[in-house]
């Protein structure tokens, strides 16, 4: 359980789950990974980087997505994952992989949502106040409180 004391930021990739619990009272940052048929295991960034690192390697089919494939390296991949995470408020649904839509440009995907709610990968040269997109529904969008 999460204390009031503690900030979560989750990052999803396929199935896996990966949630940074950070607590106020100490100086460090544990990630909460949740993969498919595993137990829940906690690691520390770097742990997290080596897992998405391996994960971003493996990727099945030639390239990775469009959103990924743009970096030079895969650490490069793993370093964006890690800061761009945020919270999508959507007046209406959205589902996994559909786009996140800025001034007509993909900006992001959608990792994981419920109605009207989705955790997104977003570039951080997205204003606070942006008015998003997705799935043909307007978006607001939610930084974690140490935003990138």
């Known amino acids: 359980m999460v204390s009031t004391a503690e900030k979560v930021t989750v990052i999803f990739l396929g199935q896996v789950c990966a949630a940074r619990r950070r607590r106020a ?61 945020c919270v999508l408020e959507i ?15 993909s900006v992001g995907r959608v990792t994981s949502a419920v109605s009207g709610l989705a955790l997104a990968y977003v570039r951080v040269e997205v204003p606070d106040d942006a008015e998003l997109h997705v799935a043909g529904a307007q978006a607001r969008l939610h930084w974690p409180p140490e935003r990138p």
Do not use: C, H, M
């Not at 971003?56 to 895969?74: H, K, Q, S």
């Not at 007046?91 to 007509?104: C, H, Q, R």
């Open 25 to 85: 009272d100490i100086q460090s940052d544990t990630y909460v990974l949740i993969e498919p048929g595993r137990d829940e295991e906690f690691v520390s960034r770097e742990e997290l980087e080596a897992r998405l690192k391996g994960w971003l390697e493996r990727w099945p089919g030639e390239a990775l997505p469009p959103d990924l494939a743009r970096f030079d390296t895969v650490d490069d991949a793993v370093s964006y994952l890690v800061r761009s995470v």
């Open 91 to 105: 007046d209406g649904d959205a589902n996994e992989a559909d786009e996140v839509l800025y001034e007509g440009a």
